[in-house]
């Protein structure tokens, strides 16, 4: 590793610390929820491995857990990471060497570590882009795992209110997403297309029919 | 082979090619504006049908129980900018003491 890309590395991991904190609730939060949905302990700490993207994984965990369809349940999770083709692209450009090595660095662009390695103006750090995407991953397999055990411990999902967690965490990751009138109208119709459907599609369709919401982005 | 794995497996290879698809496949080049607008609006669209499925539907049916409290002190714990693992905490504990009481 070139020295500049090491000094970079160090400050995105610096500038990525109290980030890893919040990553660490949520992903502790998911290794739980997802232990409850019918996931084994295995499969939840690949899941986050693998896939390393809250929103989707929680989606498909709460598509599962509400008895919705394999189908559903991928569908949504899927179309919830389409992001990450237009992020990719925005760093393609700083992202050097083979392409078995850009594939891999590509893994550590996450919501989190695209932000910190963005220097303004769509110029990026790689280095700090790299430092604080290993701090994430880490800290997101790490608190899955811990999460895994946790849940195993815990009761009855219901009893300790469990149910009203997927709800919360959707609202909080909604409220980080939503820019402009444009995003608030597209929540507002996704949401009305969702709970209009509920009784006449199977469980989880509703979600993947409210992303005909996002055409409103066809308008200028 | 399990529904969880396959959800796993599958959602894992698709994410791990869309987060390498840009740099890997396409180089450089920009997606058209359109497809960039439609995507963007992909997440709020998304987020906001898990809120109000997860919050007011059991299964097929509607259901109005202990979870709107959860969901609705959850949205002032939001407001409030509280850290995610609060916003949780505040939705979980509400719901229990609905129930209970």
């Given at each position: 590793?070139?020295?500049?890309?090491?000094?970079?590395a160090?400050?995105?991991?610096?500038?990525?610390?109290?980030?890893?904190?919040?990553?660490?609730?949520?992903g502790?939060?998911?290794?739980?929820?997802?232990?409850?949905?019918?996931?084994?302990?295995?499969?939840?700490?690949?899941?986050?491995?693998?896939?390393?993207?809250?929103?989707a994984?929680?989606?498909?965990?709460?598509?599962?857990?509400?008895?919705?369809?394999?189908?559903?349940?991928?569908?949504?999770?899927?179309?919830?990471?389409?992001?990450?083709?237009?992020?990719?692209?925005?760093?393609?450009?700083?992202?050097?060497?083979?392409?078995?090595?850009r594939?891999?660095?590509?893994?550590?662009?996450?919501?989190?570590?695209?932000?910190?390695?963005?220097?303004?103006?769509?110029?990026?750090?790689?280095?700090?882009?790299?430092?604080?995407?290993?701090?994430?991953?880490?800290?997101?397999?790490?608190?899955?795992?811990?999460?895994?055990?946790?849940?195993?411990?815990?009761?009855?999902?219901?009893?300790?209110?469990?149910?009203?967690?997927?709800?919360?965490?959707?609202?909080?990751?909604?409220?980080?997403?939503?820019?402009?009138?444009?995003?608030?109208?597209?929540?507002?119709?996704?949401a009305?297309?969702?709970?209009?459907?509920?009784?006449?599609?199977?469980v989880?369709?509703?979600?993947?029919?409210?992303?005909?919401?996002?055409?409103?982005?066809?308008?200028? | 082979?399990?529904?969880?794995?396959?959800?796993?497996?599958?959602?894992?290879?698709?994410?791990?090619?869309?987060?390498?698809?840009?740099?890997?496949?396409?180089?450089?080049?920009?997606?058209?504006?359109?497809?960039?607008?439609?995507?963007a609006?992909?997440?709020?669209?998304?987020?906001?049908?898990?809120?109000?499925?997860?919050?007011?539907?059991?299964?097929?049916?509607?259901?109005?129980?202990?979870?709107?409290?959860?969901v609705?002190?959850?949205?002032?714990?939001?407001?409030?900018?509280?850290?995610?693992?609060?916003?949780?905490?505040?939705?979980?504990?509400?719901?229990?003491?609905?129930?209970?009481?």
């Open positions: 590793m070139g020295e500049e890309l090491a000094r970079g160090r400050a995105g991991a610096r500038a990525v610390a109290p980030v890893a904190l919040a990553v660490a609730a949520f502790l939060t998911f290794g739980v929820l997802a232990r409850n949905a019918g996931f084994g302990a295995v499969a939840t700490v690949v899941f986050s491995a693998t896939t390393f993207a809250g929103s994984q929680f989606a498909a965990a709460s598509v599962l857990s509400a008895g919705g369809t394999l189908v559903a349940a991928i569908v949504a999770a899927i179309l919830l990471n389409t992001r990450y083709l237009p992020i990719g692209l925005s760093v393609a450009p700083t992202l050097r060497g083979p392409s078995w090595r594939a891999l660095k590509a893994q550590l662009v996450v919501d989190e570590s695209w932000a910190i390695g963005h220097l303004g103006g769509g110029r990026f750090d790689p280095g700090r882009i790299m430092g604080a995407g290993i701090v994430l991953w880490c800290t997101w397999v790490g608190s899955t795992t811990i999460g895994v055990v946790a849940g195993d411990l815990l009761g009855d999902p219901r009893r300790l209110g469990l149910d009203a967690a997927f709800p919360a965490l959707f609202l909080a990751l909604l409220a980080g997403q939503v820019e402009g009138r444009r995003g608030l109208l597209a929540a507002a119709c996704g009305v297309i969702a709970l209009a459907l509920v009784s006449f599609v199977p989880g369709v509703p979600i993947v029919a409210a992303a005909a919401a996002c055409l409103l982005g066809l308008r200028r | 082979m399990s529904r969880a794995w396959l959800v796993v497996l599958v959602v894992g290879a698709a994410s791990i090619a869309f987060k390498a698809a840009g740099p890997v496949v396409l180089g450089g080049r920009a997606l058209p504006g359109l497809v960039t607008r439609v995507v609006l992909l997440a709020p669209t998304l987020l906001a049908a898990l809120v109000v499925v997860s919050t007011f539907a059991t299964g097929r049916e509607l259901v109005l129980d202990a979870r709107i409290a959860g609705g002190a959850a949205a002032v714990a939001v407001a409030l900018r509280a850290p995610i693992l609060v916003v949780v905490a505040v939705a979980a504990v509400t719901a229990a003491l609905v129930r209970t009481f």
